[in-house]
């Protein structure tokens, strides 16, 4: 069964620090995968999405998220956090080999907040 | 361009009523999908509509119908609303129902059912 994890529910990192939001991921073929972020009481907004090629993957905001299939995960990471980075991350995965399954699977969110 | 817009931002509603979520698109895409998030659930996929004309269920379509109105319309509604539907109910549309297509979000619409 295809599955997303988002294993902490709470990041805490210090502004001017690097920073991590982990991701792991279940599928049976290859996966597109996707990070998104909440601001809160807004909408979800994408921020970047592995489909092939080079494994790092750069998006907006300054965030990348490195592809590691031997490890199926997908970390988002950032150099260098800011306080206004503080909002609810999302992981999301499809199988590109399910054919007419484009069902995107959803983790269960990490809540990143950034102290000044 | 105003993205995917929900109306309305906030509903409070009694057990056994009925009302419609509303969302429209000016990005011109095919594909447009109805969520909700809960609590340490996520997002749960409710129905979707890959083009217009066309609409599927997603994990969770009890108690919910939906509309495909034309190209930019997509409404959800709750006929007979019960206290397990209180939640945050997104709307989000693509290009295309396609895998590697990028979902893009509306502001969400806060429902209690009392």
């Known amino acids: 069964a295809q599955s997303v994890a988002q294993p902490e529910d709470q990041v805490n990192v210090a502004e001017g620090n690097p920073l991590t939001v982990k991701c792991t991921y279940s599928v049976s073929g290859n996966p597109y995968l996707f990070w998104y972020v909440q601001y809160p009481n807004r909408g979800l907004q994408f921020l970047l999405k592995y489909i092939t090629g080079d494994n790092l993957v750069k998006g907006s905001y300054g965030f990348e998220a490195e592809f590691n299939k031997s490890q199926t995960s997908f970390h988002l990471k950032k150099p260098s956090a800011l306080v206004s980075d503080s909002a609810l991350y999302f992981c999301a995965v499809r199988d590109r080999d399910a054919g007419n399954n484009r069902k995107l699977i959803w983790g269960l969110g990490t809540s990143l907040a950034v102290n000044p | 361009n105003a993205g995917v817009t929900q109306t309305p931002k906030f509903q409070v509603l009694k057990t056994g009523q009925s009302m419609t979520l509303q969302c429209a698109q000016d990005?011109?895409?095919?594909?447009m999908y109805w969520y909700r998030q809960d609590p340490g659930m996520g997002l749960r996929l409710i129905y979707y509509?890959?083009?217009?004309?066309?609409?599927d269920k997603g994990e969770v379509p009890n108690g919910y119908n939906v509309s495909r109105l034309n190209k930019r319309e997509f409404s959800l509604r709750l006929e007979s609303a019960a206290p397990s539907q209180t939640s945050v109910y997104f709307c989000?549309?693509?290009?295309?129902?396609?895998?590697?297509?990028?979902?893009?979000f509306g502001p969400g619409t806060r429902l209690t059912v009392l």
């Open positions: 990005m011109n895409h095919n594909s």
């Open positions: 509509s890959a083009s217009e004309g066309t609409t």
């Open positions: 989000a549309s693509s290009e295309l129902l396609a895998s590697t297509d990028t979902q893009y």
